[in-house]
């Protein structure tokens, strides 16, 4: 396999079986050195397995794999000091105080970053002091990843870093994984959320029953579908939209998708103007990465039926 310098991680062909059930379908992924990396795909797809084959805890089938340059399959000591890992749940003493607790897990590397440095990148400055029981569940989860930097590692693997947060407490932690790539720390990210992925990563792969079926950049994945989605409330006095516009009506709501909404908004103005009517709740909305992904997600599990 030829690998680049640039290359945090190269996989070509990944395999992986389980008697006769292939769970990894012989795939090819590049993750940048310096990026945040998202992989994404429905329960059962094959990310956990994936994963934990770049993590080395998991003995792969058959394709070549280099993780910073290493293959993860030899378990080298020096392998491991270059990577983190957070998981989902991570189990910390809880009558630890927080800077007790990342020293504790810095202890075991070479060349540990220092804790007031790990504290200020996961924003747990002011809670170095307090005891891992006492903090919110979003503290909790930064402490997680300060543990996770606490080797200062280049490669750090994060599995759904905000499941269960709050709206704020899930905005605190994209702030703080946007500091990682200050440091030029690597992030594999996995995620059930979307808008975390379109949010955070510099480039997304859709994986689905073992197969990659999509990768590129959010906005390259989202231009895939070249549709914008116009809609308003039709007047409770109108009777027709004007000729040649398709649109579905439910309830009053009018949902119009088109490729050329400059004119369909033209016409839409227009015709609303000569009525003297107003286009209420007007919206014009281009595709998220969640509609992408469900479309491209349900077009393969259609196909696989």
Same mark, same amino acid.
């Given at each position: 396999m030829t690998?680049? $310098?640039?290359? $945090?991680? $190269?996989? /070509? %062909?990944?395999?992986? /079986? @389980?008697g006769t059930y292939e $769970? #990894?379908?012989?795939?090819?992924?590049?993750?940048?050195?310096?990026? #945040? &990396?998202? !992989? =994404? %795909?429905?329960?059962?797809a094959g990310k956990t397995t994936t994963?934990?084959? =770049?993590?080395? +805890?998991?003995?792969? /089938?058959?394709?070549?794999?280099?993780?910073?340059? +290493?293959?993860?399959?030899? +378990?080298?000591?020096? @392998?491991?000091?270059?990577?983190?890992?957070v998981l989902q749940t991570t189990g910390v003493d809880p009558y630890l105080s927080v800077g007790e607790a990342v020293a504790l897990f810095g202890g075991y590397y070479v060349h540990p970053?220092? #804790?007031?440095?790990v504290l200020a990148v996961v924003g747990l400055e002011d809670q170095k002091q307090t005891r891992?029981?006492? !903090?919110?569940?979003?503290?909790?989860?930064?402490?997680?990843?300060?543990?996770?930097?606490a080797g200062d590692p280049e490669l750090l693997f994060l599995d759904e870093p905000t499941t269960g947060f709050d709206p704020s407490a899930r905005r605190q932690a994209w702030e703080m994984i946007r500091n990682l790539r200050t440091l030029g720390k690597t992030v594999f990210l996995t995620t059930h959320y979307l808008d975390e992925a379109e949010q955070l990563a510099d480039h997304v792969a859709i994986i689905t029953a073992?197969?990659?079926?999509?990768?590129?950049?959010?906005?390259?994945?989202?231009?895939v579908r070249d549709v914008t989605t116009i809609q308003f409330w039709l007047p409770a006095d109108s009777v027709a939209l004007p000729p040649g516009i398709a649109a579905r009506i439910a309830d009053g709501l009018v949902t119009?998708?088109?490729?050329?909404? /400059?004119?369909? =908004? &033209?016409? =839409?103005?227009?015709?609303?103007?000569?009525?003297?009517? #107003?286009?209420a709740g007007l919206t014009v909305m281009r595709p998220s990465l969640e509609d992408v992904y469900l479309s491209l997600v349900g077009a393969a599990e259609e196909h696989a039926s």
């Open positions: 690998t680049s $310098a640039s290359d $945090a991680i $190269a996989v /070509t %062909g990944l395999r992986k /079986t @389980y $769970a #990894v379908r012989g795939i090819d992924l590049r993750v940048a050195r310096g990026e #945040v &990396f998202a !992989l =994404l %795909g429905p329960n059962g994963v934990e084959i =770049l993590e080395g +805890h998991r003995e792969r /089938t058959g394709g070549d794999v280099s993780v910073l340059g +290493h293959d993860p399959a030899r +378990h080298e000591r020096v @392998y491991q000091e270059r990577i983190g890992i970053r220092p #804790v007031d440095e891992v029981r006492r !903090l919110s569940g979003g503290q909790q989860r930064r402490l997680d990843v300060a543990i996770g930097l073992g197969r990659i079926i999509a990768e590129g950049t959010p906005q390259s994945l989202m231009n119009i998708e088109s490729g050329e909404p /400059t004119r369909m =908004l &033209f016409e =839409l103005t227009r015709w609303s103007t000569e009525r003297g009517a #107003v286009l």
